[in-house]
């Protein structure tokens, strides 16, 4: 079954403690990003990747570390998570978002629920 | 830089109303819209697509229009169900940096029996 997976579903830490969340896809796609959701405010693209070796800022990359050492991963690192890092995240990935005919739909994993106390 | 301002919500409707729901955007380039949806404890997926200028999107009785004259792209169904309730989003992506993907603030919609 074609599909991104995240992990964990949930998870909550305290302030400063580095955490990594892993996301994987099966479907051989080049593109793939990181959201936060948060009430209100819509989805914010926080980092992205056109592929393998290449990451790129979204509109919130404060905070946040990325790496596309392989096409399936896309690991989500916080090396020191504050409060307001509170969020459902989500990982993404797509055949391509070149723009015009060149961009495909994103498929969205399940969604991380972070909680930073 | 981009963006997408949709109608706010929530909005509420009884089974067989009409739905409309706006998305007006700001993009250079040659943005793709998008419309997804969110159902309650899942991810987004897609409801619809349009590549280029007075491009129909349309699934599942939803339809939306890529207009750049106006720069917008309105989703419409003429008879919505109890189980069309869900967050909807507008999103752009390809426009001024391809790579990037801008979405609305999302749009609650219950639908009563």
């Known amino acids: 079954e074609a599909q991104v997976t995240q992990n964990p579903r949930y998870l909550i830490t305290v302030t400063g403690k580095k955490l990594t969340v892993t996301c994987s896809q099966n479907?051989?796609?080049?593109?793939m990003s990181w959201y936060r959701q948060d009430p209100g405010l819509g989805l914010r693209q926080i980092y992205y990747?056109?592929?393998?070796?290449?990451?790129d800022k979204g509109d919130v990359p404060e905070g946040y570390k990325v790496s596309r050492k392989e096409k399936r991963n896309f690991p989500l690192i916080l090396e020191s998570p504050s409060p307001n890092q509170t969020s459902l995240y989500f990982c993404?990935?797509?055949?391509?978002?070149?723009?015009?005919?060149?961009?495909?739909?994103?498929?969205f994993g399940p969604g991380t629920r972070l909680t930073v106390t | 830089g981009d963006s997408v301002t949709q109608m706010e919500g929530p909005v509420t409707l009884s089974e067989e109303a009409c739905l409309t729901i706006?998305?007006?955007?700001?993009?250079?380039?040659?943005?793709?819209l998008f419309w997804y949806v969110q159902y309650p404890g899942e991810g987004l997926q897609l409801l619809l697509k349009?590549?280029?200028?007075?491009d129909k999107g349309s699934n599942k009785g939803f339809e939306a229009t890529y207009r750049k004259e106006t720069t917008s792209f309105h989703l419409e169904k003429g008879s919505v169900q109890v189980s069309d309730s869900a967050v909807y989003f507008c999103?752009?992506?390809?426009?001024?940096?391809?790579?990037?993907?801008?979405f609305g603030d999302g749009t609650t919609l219950t639908v009563k029996p």
């Open positions: 993404a990935s797509s055949m391509g978002l070149a723009g015009g005919p060149f961009s495909y739909e994103q498929y």
């Open positions: 479907m051989n796609h080049e593109y």
């Open positions: 990747s056109m592929n393998v070796e290449v990451t």
């Open positions: 706006n998305c007006t955007y700001t993009a250079t380039g040659y943005p793709s």
């Open positions: 349009a590549t280029k200028a007075d």
């Open positions: 999103a752009l992506s390809g426009g001024t940096n391809a790579g990037k993907s801008t």
